[in-house]
């Protein structure tokens, strides 16, 4: 089996400090010699190493990805959703120690953590369920005699790559659905979180052997830039799933399509909120309380721009000033904390350019963004409000960390448009209690985000919506309605069954 132990691993984390390899094929793990060290965010100190995946190494994965595939293609559907049955139950008997796992690596407080391991357990059912529903149409055909239907069929190995934000719950989207729709799966999770990849994969492959599947069907290949250039590049590689930056994703788009291949891209988000005169302010509170300083603002849905209209703004200000100057900053894992650190001390200091570089442009702190321990101590900032106008260049930019820009506004109608006027696309929010306002922003000259919600914050989606965003956040669909499209082929047939061969459009081609 795979050279890690979740429990284990946990007790002995900073003892140990492992090497754990660059690529592993099912229970198969390859060994490179160029090795990164993985730093944990909460205290900045080595938890352990991993390797690089060489170019040979990248192909002997991708081929083994395509034999594995060929297997489990023709395995019907609702047996691929006992795997993924069988895969939720080990997820259930580790949730807690995965949930660790996520909270060491990245930082996120442990109540969070415990959600997206939910998540990850939501998204299983979902696709249990799915194995059973992949439905083709029946479709009407002008031919008599005949019928025409459409079909869905696997694609082939898939490219998984995920953020450090959710180390596992972005994969579970992507794995679950991809392996009851038929596909391998090649996972490039991001390198500050190997462990919990490396523990998905372990708990996984478990499933895999006991139900005698070719463990190959699901690899991990540790890799930067060079390596995911040519995971992206190669033909046999039929989608490329990727969560991550705008810039990220404009690169890959650019390599897949150049190939002629797919992508499903889900990217930056640089997301708003609009409180209107009759919301409610104590909903509104508590919602932009969580999309602004869950995750410490490092979700792709994180609520980075508020609109307030300008009779409730000093309001809301001052109830914001109280609650960011008294949330509690520290320890993940404890529960009290809500806010840990930020991933890495390039984040830190990202935060800080981007207060910087909106007082040049007239920006005004209202409070917050000081930091709170040394580099080697953790990378601890506390979230900061910036009141600013909304068509500063700085706002434009999606700054991933807990830095919130306010605005004030009168009309509805401006507040859209400033709200539209960024190139991310994600998530979107309203607070009113008057319905002309809420079906205004959610109708199509409302919100040109690919989530909007009304009286709910930005951040938080649940497993059963498409998720995903429009513009530069990429226009890809993951997790839940009918997502499960972008991981199949669609076949039309049409079927005579008759003596004749009518064509279609009243031609006709009599022979002599």
């Not at 579970?172 to 994969?201: D, E, F, M, T, Y």
């Not at 101590?377 to 106008?389: E, H, L, M």
């Not at 839940?480 to 049409?494: C, Q």
């Amino acid at each position: 089996m795979l050279d890690i132990n979740i429990q284990a691993v946990l007790q002995n984390l900073y003892n140990k400090q492992q090497h754990y390899g660059s690529v592993y094929i099912g229970q198969q793990t390859l060994y490179s010699k160029q090795n990164i060290d993985v730093i944990c965010p909460i205290d900045g100190k080595k938890i352990a190493s991993i390797g690089l995946s060489t170019a040979v190494q990248i192909e002997q994965v991708v081929a083994e990805s395509q034999s594995a595939f060929k297997q489990w293609e023709v395995v019907p559907a609702p047996q691929r959703g006992e795997l993924i049955r069988q895969f939720s139950v080990l997820v259930r008997n580790h949730k807690t120690d995965l949930a660790k796992m996520i909270s060491l690596e990245a930082g996120k407080p442990i109540q969070e953590s415990l959600g997206e391991v939910q998540e990850l357990i939501d998204v299983c059912d979902f696709a249990v369920g799915l194995s059973r529903q992949l439905y083709g149409l029946t479709i009407a055909t002008e031919r008599p005699n005949h019928r025409m239907m459409e079909q869905w069929h696997p694609l082939g190995p898939i490219v998984v790559i995920s953020a450090f934000n959710f180390p596992m719950a972005v994969w579970g989207w992507n794995v679950a659905l991809a392996l009851v729709c038929g596909n391998s799966v090649i996972w490039k999770p991001s390198c500050q979180c190997p462990l919990s990849a490396l523990a998905c994969q372990q708990l996984l492959v478990q499933a895999l052997t006991a139900l005698n599947y070719n463990p190959a069907i699901s690899s991990i290949v540790f890799a930067q830039q060079q390596g995911v250039e040519q995971l992206v590049d190669n033909k046999k590689i039929k989608l490329v799933s990727a969560t991550g930056s705008c810039q990220m994703g404009r690169a890959i788009g650019i390599r897949v399509a150049a190939r002629m291949g797919r992508t499903l891209l889900e990217l930056g988000g640089n997301n708003a909120l609009i409180v209107c005169p009759s919301a409610n302010l104590s909903l509104a509170i508590r919602a932009i309380t969580f999309s602004a300083l869950g995750t410490s603002g490092q979700r792709c849905t994180s609520l980075r721009r508020l609109f307030i209209h300008q009779s409730l703004h000093a309001n809301i200000i001052e109830q914001l000033k109280t609650v960011y100057q008294t949330v509690k900053i520290g320890d993940p894992f404890n529960p009290e904390n809500l806010m840990g650190p930020l991933v890495n001390q390039v984040a830190v200091d990202t935060m800080l350019t981007s207060i910087e570089q909106a007082i040049a442009e007239g920006g005004k702190v209202i409070c917050g963004g000081e930091i709170i321990t040394k580099a080697d101590s953790g990378f601890y900032i506390r979230p900061a409000i910036v009141q600013i106008s909304s068509d500063a260049s700085i706002v434009q930019q999606e700054t991933f960390a807990p830095l919130l820009y306010v605005h004030s506004f009168d009309l509805l109608e401006e507040a859209i448009s400033a709200q539209n006027s960024v190139s991310q696309g994600l998530s979107s929010a309203i607070f009113t209690e008057n319905l002309q306002e809420s079906e205004l922003f959610l109708s199509c000259i409302g919100s040109d985000c690919g989530i909007a919600n009304v009286n709910i914050g930005t951040s938080g989606a649940e497993i059963g919506g498409a998720f995903g965003g429009e513009k530069d956040t990429g226009g890809g669909r993951e997790s839940g309605s009918d997502a499960w499209k972008n991981y199949m082929r669609r076949v039309t047939n049409t079927i005579n069954y008759g003596n004749d061969l009518p064509l279609a459009q009243g031609i006709s081609f009599d022979m002599p």
